[in-house]
């Protein structure tokens, strides 16, 4: 593995954690294209290093297989990305650029997929590049480099519009970090073209292949940086949180038990056992509702405390605050 392949499995590893954590603090009236799109992204460049891609393509029958799902992953990219720019620069008409990025897609990865099948068979060899020695097949790969190139170009613009007029420097930055990474997705949609077509009249120069994964792999970390900048740090909040909720509803679990059955009559949740019971969706809201459950039961019958002890009731009263129960 060189080092340029190491680079970009970094790079694609680095923009998947991104989408993960974009997905994981996600607002409800977010639109999920720009999730989907560094996910399938973040994919595409994983099958983009050599020693994966032939493994992988090995385990499928090594007959090249392999690229079309890599241009699956990179449909998929290209149509969410597209889907989410044009949300952004026309608010006012969402159904136009939904139309025109699914035509495009679907034209450029469909005419590939018919062409796939009809070379599939001729094809003996895992050589990465052999499948689109055919002409018609490099036609419609120009096809989709349009299609990123319109995506990068889309992207940048989308940026440059917006970064001016936001408040908050952290979004700032992370319209910057995109304004970059939509140059270097279009230096590598440049860099494929030409590769793609010099390829069909002769051989391809050896550092066609390295500067495209370099600026592949520095486009993915970028994104992923641009990802990162608002996306972490409400991340992070969102995880503490989730993790002190978790922590204290493993310390009442307990406590509520020795309640039972009297404590029964309040229950709204089913109590589901300790384990299952901090694994569940939102802990938060579960511990804010055992500790209701707990007061109403002491309420009902003053009695019912005797079974805890000074220090666990101390307890109770600590988390009454801090979850404002």
Known sequence: MTITDVALLIAAVALLVSSMAM???????KHSSWIYGSLFGSLTAVFLVEPLYYAVDAALGGVNYLALIQRAFLALTLLSMHIGIWRALAPAHPKRPVIFACVIAGISYGGQAALFMQVAPSITSS????????????????????????????????SVRYRPVLVSSRRRRSLSFVAVGSGFAMTVAVLHAVGTVTDVVGSP?????????VFTASAALVFAVAIGIPTFPRWLASARKNYLARRDLWDICPLWTKLRPEIDQYVIWPYRGRALEILSRNPAMRAHRRLVEMRDCFESDATLEGRLSEAELAKIRTMEVNTHA
């Open 23 to 29: 997905y994981a603090s996600r607002s409800r009236d």
């Open 127 to 158: 050589g990465m590049r052999q499948y689109e020695s055919n002409p018609l097949v490099a036609a419609y790969s120009l096809l989709m480099l349009a299609h990123l190139a319109i995506v990068a170009f889309a992207a940048m613009r989308l």
């Open 205 to 213: 120069p050896e550092i066609l292949g390295t500067l495209e994964r």
